[in-house]
T-cell receptor
Framework: QQQVKQSPQSLIVQKGGIPIINCAYE??????FPWYQQFPGKGPALLIA?????SEKKEGRFTISFNKSAKQFSLHIMDSQPGDSATYFC???????????FGSGTRLLVRP | EAGVTQFPSHSVIEKGQTVTLRCDPI?????LYWYRRVMGKEIKFLLH????????ESGMPNNRFLAERTGGTYSTLKVQPAELEDSGVYFC?????????????FGSGTRLTVV
């Protein structure tokens, strides 16, 4: 049983477009929702994270939108660039815990 | 600051053989984690060390997997005997404090292929 469901599996956008990656969760005990970015041959790296007391968080061109009642959160990449091409993973955890529950990942390709 | 180092980066072994993966965490990080991603699936937690002690090994698939962390420094993950379904990318991560809120630092992973 997958606790964090991520979609789409892959995504292709043109430079300047706004890719959106969605995740849904079931466990209401989750209180920390990070996004990780992974480039080929590298490990996942923390990109941005949100806690459920806010509905949106922005860091540069990356925005997380969070809907607590729907148990969904999403990543938006504004003015996407070819350098954003990577695999993106959403995750969730109970902050007091050390264990991250990941989604299945989204391969993003940003075409020049 | 050196990152989390894993080696080998790739390993191809035959079914039934033994493979040992190694992870060197960031110096001073007491918390060390192993995760695995099977092709196209989610990254799954395997286990968590605090210093040399196993805090949680609930994600270990079966008793063919053995993790150790000698002296609270580097860690090894041994698979013996390897099966086809063990293929995947094994990630190690470390953190200074427990609790995911502070963020992990992941290594680049070891891609294991069992043929």
């Amino acid at each position: 049983q997958q606790q964090v469901k991520q979609s789409p599996q892959s995504l292709i956008v043109q430079k300047g477009g706004i890719p959106i990656i969605n995740c849904a969760y079931e466990n209401t005990a989750f209180d920390y929702f990070p996004w990780y970015q992974q480039f080929p041959g590298k490990g996942p790296a923390l990109l941005i994270a949100i806690r459920p007391d806010v509905s949106e968080k922005k860091e540069g061109r990356f925005t997380i939108s969070f809907n607590k009642s729907a148990k969904q959160f999403s990543l938006h990449i504004m003015d996407s660039q070819p350098g954003d091409s990577a695999t993106y993973f959403c995750a969730a955890s109970v902050d007091s815990s050390y264990k991250l529950i990941f989604g299945s990942g989204t391969r993003l390709l940003v075409r020049p | 600051e050196a990152g989390v180092t894993q080696f080998p980066s790739h390993s191809v072994i035959e079914k039934g053989q033994t493979v040992t993966l190694r992870c060197d965490p960031i110096s001073g990080h007491d918390n060390l984690y192993w995760y695995r991603r099977v092709m196209g699936k989610e990254i799954k937690f395997l286990l968590h060390f605090v210093k040399e002690s196993k805090q949680d090994e609930s994600g270990m698939p079966n008793n063919r997997f053995l993790a150790e962390r000698t002296g609270g420094t580097y860690s090894t993950l041994k698979v013996q005997p390897a099966e086809l379904e063990d293929s995947g990318v094994y990630f190690c991560a470390s953190s200074q404090f427990s609790g995911t809120g502070v963020g992990y630092t992941f290594g680049s992973g070891t891609r294991l292929t069992v043929v």
